[in-house]
């Protein structure tokens, strides 16, 4: 059975940092490309963040460049986000998801799911 869970979420002030994680089983991790997709409340899924199989190229949307880092671990079949300097407009529900053989944006694509960790954003 194919699990991605996320953990790592919770409520920040702005400018503060956290670490989300997204532990995967059940399919050959280090075969996909892994990614990060949001769903801020009353909005649609957006894509934020993906790493390559090997872990040598990343991407990331032009929303969280330079404050975020994607990162995986294929060892221990873990994906991890690096949040940092979060704004309010962060606030959502973030996935993980595994996509074989495309790394790219379209997360209509990806093949498997976790069930989000909600990150919210507030003074």
């Known amino acids: 059975e194919v699990q991605l869970v996320e953990s790592g979420g919770g409520l920040v002030q702005p400018g503060e940092s956290l670490r989300l994680s997204c532990a995967a089983s059940?399919?050959?991790?280090?075969?996909?490309?892994m990614n990060w997709v949001r769903q801020a409340p009353g909005k649609g899924l957006e894509w934020v963040s993906s790493i390559n199989e090997g872990g040598g190229t990343t991407m990331y949307a032009d929303s969280v460049k330079g404050r975020f880092t994607i990162s995986r671990d294929n060892a221990n079949n873990t994906i991890y986000l690096q949040m940092n300097s979060l704004k309010p407009e962060d606030t959502a529900l973030y996935y993980c998801a595994a996509k074989y053989g495309f790394y790219g944006t379209d997360w209509s694509l990806y093949d498997y799911w976790g069930q989000g960790t909600q990150v919210t954003v507030s003074s």
């Open positions: 059940g399919f050959t991790f280090s075969n996909y490309v």
